[in-house]
């Protein structure tokens, strides 16, 4: 069995015993080397309801309700009984989700009775007063950029990271044509102001004309992860591994989609690539950067695996 594992150091175990219920992981590892493949990762698209209408966002676009309280506990227990053991909450706006007396806060508190560590994506217009394990609020760009692409949204985002008692706060940047210049200064400005920035690269679900006008060619998606990767060497908070942002110039990594699972605010639920049937599944456009730590993972790449422990890590 131990065959099957990475080399780890002992002080690198040690991390590893931070994780709740870490033997779980260490299992589903060897499993998982042994044929028996699943799901850990899970995202749950709670609404299609948003404050915002993004650029470069195709949900918002999409007609029909949200889950209902029942319907999203059930998405829950079916995601725990493929796999799943850590659990994103997304949109739409969750904060805007609600059904009838239950609102957000109800249901992370049942979420975290399944899963280890529960996150949730939001765009920080709303307090950010939720008891979740990691918050990721979406910054993408310096105020005038971010609010081409955002709607008027940068100061009522940045006053709520200020505000909120959560103690650990990511910004998240999608990155793409608009800001890719602006990108440095961006983590810098972030520094103080949260736990740490993570990326993505703008995906081109629609394949219209803002998609063309977003999408970032891949040499200047080399030229921005060299930055990434310098900015991240002057210990700047760029929390993706080294090994991630390198593996995201040539988009040739191994990818294990079947580690994810996804589930739609009509509660279809889906196992695999994000994109699936939400846009046309292009591998070559990939540049969902967690998926890509989450694959170096499971190769076994010790930096992609600490980064992983560091972003998962329960709060409480």
Known sequence: MFKLLPKISPEQLAHFKHIPDYEYVL?????????RKKPILGAMK????????????????????GLTYA????CMKTLYKWGVRILILEGGEPFLWHDDDHDLRKLVQEARKLFFSVGIVTNGTFPIDVKTDVVWVSIDGLRDTHNQLRGDSFDAALGNIEASEHPRIFA???INAANR???PELVKFLKDKVEGVTIQFHYPYRHDATDDRLRLPLEARREVLDTLISLKKQHLPVIDSYACLEALKTNRWECHSWMLANVEPDGTMTKGCYAKNRGAVACENCGFAAHTELSLSYNGVIE???????IF????
């Open 27 to 35: 299992s589903y590892y060897v499993q998982s080397k042994l044929g």
């Open 46 to 65: 709670l609404t299609r309801n948003c404050n915002l209408e993004c650029a470069h966002c195709p949900f918002c676009q999409k007609n029909g309700n």
């Open 71 to 74: 319907k999203a506990l059930n």
């Open 172 to 174: 998240h940047v999608t």
């Open 181 to 183: 210049q602006e990108i």
């Open 304 to 310: 992609a695996m600490l980064v992983g422990m560091k």
């Open 313 to 316: 890590e329960r709060t409480t």
